[in-house]
């Protein structure tokens, strides 16, 4: 056996389409006995076990994981490492939360060190969940980039992040200027973006903490980096909305602030979008933006309730994925994210299926990243990161697992029912960095080859 040849098998369930745009039936893939071939850590065949057991390389044996459910890992399109540590954070809405909370923690990142220890948590976390692949927000201090680069490359997990852009409205601790966040960005594009499995965002944090000329810096950056992405916040509150429309009066809309500086486009990924109105809808679906839904978040600070299917009208869809927004979420875990996504949804009258909802968890969040091509599925071809989900995963998980009818219901009880504790492992590119069976340590490092 090779160190780089492995094999995985269990029940599997991925995805051939978009449930939101065909009949579910026709998008999601399940094989009650599958095999997964890795190779260098890529898929190189994936079905049913009986079909390719005698393809297996000599001296591969297959980890077997019977009562499990093998899935493409989970995608967060919008989550905050360095708010980790004041996630649950009481009793205020987003722009008294900042205020209070998250400008106060986020001028710890100064501090390598400090850095460090919260990417090295928070990574971790992630992977407890079954989430190997992530959109995530830094602080202003380039450090703090460095820190989480550093740590994603000693897993190998795929991520993308970058350096908030500030330059008014906050502590001056926290502030850049329009010059400097550009430059601090471009010295960190060139150091870390396509270095091996990371990728770059231009980061500013939102329109009312950056100057028209820290936005339109931000553009320039987007036009002088070929495959970077963009991440902010859009109608969020509708305090923050009506701020924005007093420091941007010229503008026609919240979103027109950005687009007016070449921050819509493919790539781009745009936070909450809850206060929305149908022109911008339109935009975003012509110039290929992504929103990130984030259940937890929205409902914890008040903000409201995203309109996901009139977001993915068929008449214009808009790319979705969905996000954790931790610290103003409450879970990294996706799971409990589609738990409260079905109840924001339920209340604008419409219904979230388990298809669709672990659709957005993989292949509609890899899709909104424009990375579809290489995650959100089990298929040749695609990195094998892969999360294996355990309906025993807690005592009342097992006893209502064991009353389902139909894999539907079972993927819904996971949904609704199931957090960190119904993860057994989580590979990253063929390699087990998350065994909670494991002695000691659950993870571990991948090896190098």
Partial sequence: ?????????????????????????????????????????????????????????PGVE???????????????????????????????????????????????FADRAHADMVAGHFLRELLRAGTTTAMVYCTVHPQSVEAFFAESERFNTRMIAGKVLMDRHAPPALLDTAQRGYDESKALIARWHGRGRQHYCVTPRFAPTSTEAQLDAAGALLREHDAIFMQTHLCENLAEVAWVRELFPERSSYLDTYDHAGLVGQRSMFGHAIHMHEADFHRCHEAGAALAFC????????????????????????????????????????????????????????????????????LGGARALYLDDRLGRLAPGYDADIAVLDPKGTPLLDFRTRHCDTLEELLFVLMTLGDDRAVRATYVAGECVYDRSRAGDPFRYPARV
């Fill in 62 to 108: 297959p980890v077997h994981y019977p009562d499990a459910i093998l899935t493409a890992g989970f995608i967060d399109t919008h989550v905050h490492y360095p708010q980790l540590e004041m996630i649950g954070a009481y009793g205020a809405q987003l722009l008294e939360w900042l205020e209070t909370y998250t400008f106060v923690t986020e001028q710890r």
């Fill in 295 to 362: 259940p937890t978040s929205n409902l914890f600070l008040g903000s409201g309730l995203f309109q996901l299917f009139d977001a993915m009208d068929p008449a214009r869809p808009v790319r979705v994925g969905l996000g954790t927004d931790v610290g103003g979420g409450t879970s990294l875990s996706q799971l409990q994210s589609l738990n409260e996504a079905y109840k924001v949804v339920a209340m604008s009258g419409r219904k979230l299926d388990a298809v669709r909802a672990f659709y957005l968890a993989t």
């Fill in 1 to 57: 056996m090779t160190s780089n040849q492995k094999a995985l098998r269990g029940r599997a369930i991925s995805f051939s389409g978009n449930p939101f745009e065909r009949p579910a039936a026709e998008c999601l893939v399940h094989h009650e006995d599958a095999l997964i071939l890795v190779e260098d850590g890529r898929i190189t065949a994936f079905g049913p076990y009986a079909d390719l057991a005698a393809t297996l390389p």
